[in-house]
C-alpha cells in the first residue's frame, strides 16, 4: 500500500514568488491535512480537507491557500513567497477524521527554501 | 492559549539507560493524544496513541505511554533505550477538530 506522497520534496524559491505543492494521499483515505515544520516554530496547522472541503484552518495568512480534488489529492499554494516561509511542508492523510481506526499518516514532506 | 508542553527540548543517554519524556497539555474535556517520532532523516511516524480505554498504551518498539487524565499528561516511556532510538519525538492532541496540536519536540540521541 502506498504511502502519501509528495512532490516536489526540495524547491528553491525567491522572495516575492508562489509556490504550489502537491500531496496524494494513501488510497482510500479522504482526510488530507497540511502542517508546517521549522525549527523554531515546530509543527503548525495548515488546514485540513475533506471531501473538497475545508472544515480546519490553522493561523496563517491568507497568502497560505489549498485545495482538494475530487480524487482525494491536494495542494497548498503559498503566494508572494517570505524568508520566513523556508520550511518543510508536510500532508498527511486519514481515513474520514480521527477515531480509534483513524489516525494520521505523513508524507515525506516537500522542502521550500525561499532565498 | 490552549497548548501542548514537552518537558525536555534535548535528552543525551547511554544505551540500555531508561527513558521518559513528559508532555502535558491545556485542553479541558475528551483529548486523543498521540506520540510521533522522526528518526533522522525520515518522515512522521506513529509510536502509539490513545483514544480511550486503558489509560496504559502500548506501542511500536518497546515504547508505551501512560495517560493520567488528572494531571492532563501523557508521558513516554521506554525501559531500555538503543542507539537506533535516536530521534525527534512529538508529543500531540486532537481536541475533535481534525487537526494535531504538536509540542516542541524532545531530540533523544542515544549514545553507544
Known amino acids: 500500500k502506498a504511502g502519501v506522497t509528495q512532490t516536489p520534496r526540495y524547491l528553491i524559491k525567491t522572495r516575492g514568488q508562489q509556490v504550489t505543492l502537491s500531496c496524494s494521499p494513501i488510497s482510500g483515505h479522504r482526510s488530507v491535512s497540511w502542517y508546517q515544520q521549522t525549527p523554531g516554530q515546530g509543527l503548525q496547522f495548515l488546514f485540513e480537507?475533506?471531501?473538497?472541503?475545508?472544515?480546519n484552518k490553522g493561523n496563517f495568512p491568507g497568502r497560505f491557500s489549498g485545495r482538494q480534488f475530487s480524487n482525494s489529492r491536494s495542494e497548498m499554494n503559498v503566494s508572494t513567497l517570505e524568508l520566513g516561509d523556508s520550511a518543510l511542508y508536510l500532508c498527511?492523510?486519514?481515513?474520514?477524521?480521527?477515531?480509534?481506526?483513524?489516525?494520521?499518516?505523513f508524507g515525506a514532506g516537500s522542502r521550500l527554501t525561499v532565498l | 492559549a490552549q497548548s501542548v508542553s514537552q518537558h525536555n527540548h534535548h535528552v543525551i543517554l547511554s544505551e540500555a539507560a531508561s527513558l521518559e519524556l513528559g508532555c502535558n497539555y491545556s485542553?479541558?474535556?475528551?483529548?486523543?493524544l498521540f506520540w510521533y517520532v522522526q528518526y533522522p532523516g525520515q518522515h512522521l511516524q506513529l509510536l502509539l496513541k490513545y483514544f480511550s480505554g486503558d489509560p496504559l498504551v502500548k506501542g511500536i518498539k518497546g515504547f508505551e505511554a501512560e495517560f493520567i487524565k488528572s494531571k492532563f499528561s501523557f508521558n513516554l516511556r521506554k525501559p531500555s533505550v538503543q542507539w537506533s532510538d535516536t530521534a525527534e519525538y512529538f508529543c500531540?492532541?486532537?481536541?475533535?477538530?481534525?487537526?494535531?496540536?504538536f509540542g516542541a519536540g524532545t531530540t533523544v540521541t542515544v549514545r553507544a
Open positions: 480537507y475533506f471531501s473538497e472541503t475545508q472544515r
Open positions: 500531540a492532541v486532537n481536541k475533535d477538530d481534525y487537526k494535531l496540536s
Open positions: 485542553y479541558g474535556g475528551t483529548v486523543n
Open positions: 498527511a492523510s486519514t481515513g474520514t477524521g480521527f477515531s480509534g481506526a483513524n489516525v494520521l499518516t
